[in-house]
Nanobody
Framework: QVQLVESGGGLVQAGGSLRLSCAAS????????MGWFRQAPGKEREFVAA????????YYADSVKGRFTVSRDTPKNTVYLQMNSLKPEDTAVYYC????????????????????WGQGTQVTVSS
C-alpha cells in the first residue's frame, strides 16, 4: 500500500500562488507516476497534472498549462504542485494519486490507472 498526505491548500486572491505538497509513504519503490486531480462542487473529478517518478516527464491539463508546475523530490517521496496566476475557477479540492508500476504502464496514466489517493486539500481562489 501507499499512503498519501496532501498539504498546502488555503485561501488566496486571484492572481496569487500556492504550492501543494503530497508526501508518499509505504510502497514508494513501486511508484510509476503521480498525479494531481481536482474536484469542484457539483463537478466531476478532473485531471490537473502528472509526473513520472523516474525521469522528468510531466503532463498537464490544457486549463493549467503555463500556470501550474508539477515536480517531485524523490528522496523525500514528495510531489509538488506549484500553482501561479490562480483564477476563481481553480477553486476545488485537490487530490494527489499514485500509479504503481505494472506491466504495460502507460503515459500519461488514465484516471483508472491510479491505485491510491490522498484525502484532498481545499484550494479557494477569491475574485
Amino acid at each position: 500500500q501507499v499512503q498519501l498526505v496532501e498539504s498546502g491548500g488555503g485561501l488566496v486572491q486571484a492572481g496569487g500562488s500556492l504550492r501543494l505538497s503530497c508526501a508518499a509513504s509505504g510502497r514508494t519503490m513501486s511508484v510509476y507516476a503521480m498525479g494531481w486531480f481536482r474536484q469542484a462542487p457539483g463537478k466531476e473529478r478532473e485531471f490537473v497534472a502528472a509526473i513520472r517518478w523516474s525521469g522528468s516527464s510531466a503532463y498537464y491539463a490544457d486549463s493549467v498549462k503555463g500556470r501550474f508546475t508539477v515536480s517531485r523530490d524523490t528522496p523525500k517521496n514528495t510531489v509538488y504542485l506549484q500553482m501561479n496566476s490562480l483564477k476563481p475557477e481553480d477553486t476545488a479540492v485537490y487530490y494527489c494519486a499514485v500509479d504503481l508500476v505494472r506491466a504495460g504502464s502507460r503515459w500519461p496514466p488514465s484516471l483508472s490507472d491510479y491505485d491510491y489517493w490522498g484525502q484532498g486539500t481545499q484550494v479557494t481562489v477569491s475574485s
